[in-house]
């Protein structure tokens, strides 16, 4: 058995340290890029929303370098999540792959016994007993913690940073440094010593930096190769962002969704305006951007995937949360025909836009 994954985000640090400390065969496709965008839409329906194919592309990428086995995470309610597994299988079958899927998906939909057997899947390929394997576990658990930790923080201090650019070099050589590691260990050590370099970065405490909160459908917000990366583009301008849904926020969703205590916060901030689950992370997107608000962010971008079903009826409450709160929220829809000029100039005058409403107000105090 060789296992591989889509990428999304900083998934792949954790992949990486669980299957190294279980011993297991893998491969991490290459990094997403025009390429694997690409295989993914040449074999795809055109209709189908942009992860789907960007996972086909990375599939088919480390299919070429041995990958029998796909390892990904399962539904996020009624959207078409939920079939990316039957469809992706037989779209590969057909193309002559016959590939073994393990899907984890949470407890409260499978059953924790199911859960456990599917997480024993991954590591029959290992020759470590028991303890061994769990520890691989938590390391993994560690690490995307940590990851997700160090690139929260980042993003944040980009702002308020003296020198310009420290924290997305520090970013890039966290991550350039990591995923060198041949175990979860020194994976947690190289990560620890970067947030600790990202925790002595001088900070300007006259700063009064542009803060945006990054919203919308999980995938495209955590995949930076989808969003064009935006965050490292709003580094660049000495912005603030924020984001809540990571890799680690959905481990973590997905351990306490059984006792229903997941997302407390989301659940409150939302309910005025979307109350109940309508699939994928809508509810999310508005609770987040109520939280945006609350907590003193200047505005917020919501991204989603051209057609994505759950993020057009968020799109569609936003302007109803940006009227009552007067509190600016835009709304990006990418897919493979994306240009990215037309992209930053939006985002550009959205930075413009926040800047002047700044202005406005500090003139006023
Ligand atoms: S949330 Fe949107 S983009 Fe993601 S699978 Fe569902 S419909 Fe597609």
Redesign the pocket.
């Known amino acids: 058995m060789k296992i591989t994954f889509p990428h999304m985000g900083n998934v792949y640090f954790a992949a990486k340290a669980l299957f190294d400390d279980l011993g297991v065969e893998y491969v991490i496709p290459p990094l997403t890029s025009k390429g694997s965008l690409e295989i993914g839409s040449l074999h795809s329906g055109e209709e189908?929303?942009?992860?789907?194919k960007i996972m086909i592309g990375n599939y088919m990428q480390a299919i070429e370098q041995g990958a029998d086995t796909v390892l990904i995470t399962g539904s996020?309610g009624p959207?078409?999540?939920g079939e990316?597994c039957e469809l992706q299988m037989n779209l590969l079958n057909n193309l002559g792959h016959n590939l073994d899927f393990i899907v984890i998906d949470s407890p409260g939909d499978i059953g924790v016994k199911e859960l456990i057997r599917r997480l024993g899947k991954i590591s029959t390929g290992s020759e470590y007993n028991r303890l061994q394997k769990f520890k691989a576990l938590l390391n993994a658990v560690k690490v995307v913690n940590l990851i997700d930790e160090v690139e929260a923080k980042a993003r944040y201090l980009a702002g308020f940073e003296a020198n310009r650019g420290q924290c997305k070099k520090i970013l890039i050589e966290c991550k350039q440094e990591a995923i060198k590691c041949n175990s979860g260990k020194s994976m947690i050590e190289i990560l620890n010593h970067y947030l600790d370099k990202l925790n002595q970065v001088p900070i300007d405490q006259r700063k009064e930096p542009i803060k945006i909160a990054i919203i919308g459908?999980?995938?495209?917000v955590i995949e930076p190769f989808s969003n064009l990366y935006i965050e490292d583009k709003l580094m660049d301008y000495g912005i603030s962002t924020k984001r809540m849904l990571t890799p680690s926020w959905w481990l973590k969703n997905l351990v306490l969704s059984p006792m229903n205590m997941n997302q407390l916060d989301i659940k409150k901030k939302s309910k005025e305006y979307l109350p109940m689950m309508i699939?994928?992370?809508a509810r999310e997107c508005i609770g987040e951007a109520v939280l945006a608000y609350e907590e003193g962010f200047d505005g917020a971008i919501q991204i989603?995937?051209m057609?994505?079903?759950?993020?057009i009826v968020s799109k569609a409450i936003l302007p109803k949360i940006s009227k009552d709160k007067d509190f600016p929220i835009m709304t990006l829809v990418v897919d493979e025909m994306t240009g990215e000029a037309g992209y930053v100039t939006r985002i550009e005058a959205f930075v413009d836009l926040l800047e002047r409403r700044k202005d406005n107000v500090l003139s006023r105090c």
């Open positions: 189908i929303c942009l992860p789907f996020c959207c078409r999540f990316y459908e999980i995938y495209t699939g994928g992370h989603f995937p057609g994505c079903m759950p993020e």
